[in-house]
T-cell receptor, first 114, second 116 residues
């Protein structure tokens, strides 16, 4: 079975600082990996995804993530945090060979201070 | 991108009543949809897979008689919480995969259910 571990339930950064949200996964098959953002009382918005090919994936709002198979990691980064980035971030791995089901991590709340 | 619409966004119901939540794919057909549940400050947990034209597949520990799922058409799946109790209060969200390869699942806006 696949699983996702997100280290740190909360991450606090200052505006303009580097954002690093950690995600490690476990999968017996080549994984599809996703990062989603959730604003309060809203659904999930896809930030970026890795399926195959280039291991550095660029997403929306300046976020990017790098798939490292040797480390089973898919950490999310952004060079400079903005106040509007404050939200809950979920890393997910696709169960099975495709997209059908997503197994989510427990989420990381990003706090951005002025 | 593809759009998945979920309705209602919020609902408050009395204990013992039933509540229906709709999930629609607006601009694509979805033979499969997924229903997730999110408790406060927790992650999303898959409840069931809705299959058009056949019975839903429930995850372990999810009561199929309590959470009725009907995939009536290629664009609509419904989740009915029957005989709701306060412990059913949660955030319910659906998703539908789309695309030729189907490497992405689009999520609805979610439904905040409060049972009083």
């Amino acid at each position: 079975a696949q699983s996702v571990t997100q280290l740190g339930s909360h991450v606090s950064v200052s505006e303009g600082a580097l954002v690093l949200l950690r995600c490690n996964y476990s999968s017996s098959v080549p994984p599809y990996l996703f990062w989603y953002v959730q604003y309060p009382n809203q659904g999930l918005q896809l930030l970026l995804k890795y399926t195959t090919g280039a291991t550095l994936v660029k997403g929306i709002n300046g976020f990017e993530a790098e798939f490292k198979k040797s480390e089973t990691s898919f950490h999310l980064t952004k060079p400079s945090a903005h106040m509007s980035d404050a939200a809950e971030y979920f890393c997910a791995v696709s169960e099975g060979s495709g997209f059908q089901k997503l197994v989510f991590g427990t989420g990381t709340r990003l706090l951005v201070s002025p | 991108g593809a759009v998945v619409s979920q309705h209602p966004s919020r609902v408050i119901c009395k204990s013992g009543t039933s509540v229906k939540i709709e999930c629609r794919s607006l601009d694509f057909q979805a033979t499969t949809m997924f229903w997730y549940r999110q408790f406060p400050k927790q992650s999303l947990m898959l409840m069931a897979t809705s299959n058009e034209g056949s019975k839903a597949t429930y995850e372990q520990g999810v009561e199929k008689d309590k959470f009725l799922i009907n995939h009536a058409s290629l664009t609509l799946s419904t989740l009915t919480v029957t005989s709701a109790h306060p412990e059913d209060s949660s955030f319910y969200i659906c998703s539908a995969p789309q695309g030729v390869v189907g490497t992405e699942a689009f999520f609805g806006q979610g439904t905040r259910l409060t049972v009083v």
